[in-house]
């Protein structure tokens, strides 16, 4: 499967915004939008809004993580990937947000900022 992988419209915050003081701005964007599209199946538009959000800026402090641990950049963002899919949407962030409950965390995260953007079309 291809992912289609959108440009950035958070260059200073989110994931882009973060992600850059660790490492290659684009390399890092391209893995983690593949990564997560495929992992979620989510449209392009809405992996790029994830990215793009606060929790966005969260998977990166997550990325950057792995890179301090000694993982190389991709096995970083797989390692983040395969955690956030790993937890599960809890009682709080479905009353407060919507999102179903025992949702993969990620999947609930994308499919939200999907949901926010038809919302505000």
Avoid: Q
């Amino acid at each position: 499967m291809t992912t289609e992988i959108l440009l950035t419209t958070n260059e200073t915050w989110g994931f882009w915004g973060t992600i850059g003081h660790h490492a290659d701005r684009g390399e890092a964007w391209a893995l983690a939008t593949t990564a997560i599209g495929e992992a979620t199946g989510c449209a392009p538009e809405a992996v790029r809004d994830f990215l793009d959000s606060r929790n966005g800026r969260h998977f990166a402090d997550d990325v950057a993580n792995g890179l301090f641990a000694g993982f190389s950049l991709p096995a970083a963002i797989d390692a983040a990937v395969e955690r956030w899919m790993g937890w599960s949407i809890g009682k709080r962030t479905e009353r407060e947000h919507g999102i179903p409950r025992d949702l993969p965390y990620l999947t609930g995260w994308v499919m939200n900022c999907e949901i926010e953007a038809e919302i505000a079309d």
